[in-house]
């Protein structure tokens, strides 16, 4: 199976720090990988699509230069949260998408929870 | 754009029986691909089942099936002989199959129970 890891599970930081979450495709290569947010008991929201070796594509209300997204090789991309507050505590899960010519999927991490202090 | 609608946000079904899961979706394209993830309580994110709406064959996994029905924008879920595994959140996913794009529209999801 296609496997995703995202590291760290778990952080906590303190209001005004910046954090970084890393996204890997273990077992195929991605060119292109997606950052969704999770708030609880609600569906996932895409906050931006990570493309190999050019600039991230960012959804509508979500700051560039607040959630800086670098997909430095086609197994990782990276999302870091710049100068967090406690509003941004929130559950950050990525996709890497594996295509070929039999099909094209979204295959997920499981995900890194965020609490600002 | 398009949008996907998912009206149950909670059902229930007794284990080894059968519950089926509906999703609705709205878009003017001819061409994509619809997808099932399941969220279980570890909020790892696994797909149960996906189907190219090209072909009218429905999608089946296992104890896991899809009913398509193109014409009317309907994608729902029938879970057969539920186990205690199967509770989780369910979500409904629309991608297009257009130019590049590729992202998932989702659904507000559906919180399956399985009781004894």
């Known amino acids: 199976g296609a496997v995703v890891s995202q590291h760290p599970s778990r952080v906590i930081c303190k209001s005004g720090t910046s954090v970084k979450i890393e996204c890997r495709s273990l077992?195929?290569?991605?060119?292109?990988m997606f950052w969704y947010r999770q708030f609880p008991k609600q569906s996932l929201m895409l906050m931006a699509t990570s493309n190999e070796g050019s600039k991230a594509t960012y959804e509508q209300g979500v700051e560039k230069d607040k959630f800086l997204i670098n997909h430095a090789s086609l197994t990782l991309s990276t999302l870091t949260v710049t100068s967090a507050h406690p509003e941004d505590s929130s559950f950050y899960i990525c996709?890497?998408?594996?295509?070929?010519?039999?099909?094209?999927?979204?295959?997920f991490g499981p995900g890194t929870r965020l609490t600002v202090l | 754009a398009q949008t996907v609608t998912q009206s149950q946000p909670e059902m229930s079904v007794q284990e080894a029986e059968t519950v089926t899961l509906s999703c609705t979706y709205d878009t003017s394209e001819s061409d994509y691909y619809l997808f099932w993830y399941k969220q279980p309580p570890s909020r790892q994110m696994i797909l149960v089942i996906r189907?190219?709406?090209?072909?009218?064959q429905n999608a089946t996994e296992n104890r896991f099936s899809v009913n398509f029905q193109k014409a009317a924008k309907s994608f729902s879920l029938k879970i057969s002989d539920s186990q205690l595994g199967d509770a989780a959140m369910y979500f409904c996913a629309y991608r297009t199959n257009t130019g590049t794009a590729s992202k998932l529209t989702f659904g507000t999801g559906t919180r399956l129970q399985v009781t004894l």
């Open positions: 189907q190219e709406a090209y072909k009218q």
């Open positions: 996709s890497a998408r594996r295509y070929h010519s039999s099909t094209d999927t979204q295959y």
């Open positions: 077992d195929f290569q991605a060119t292109t």
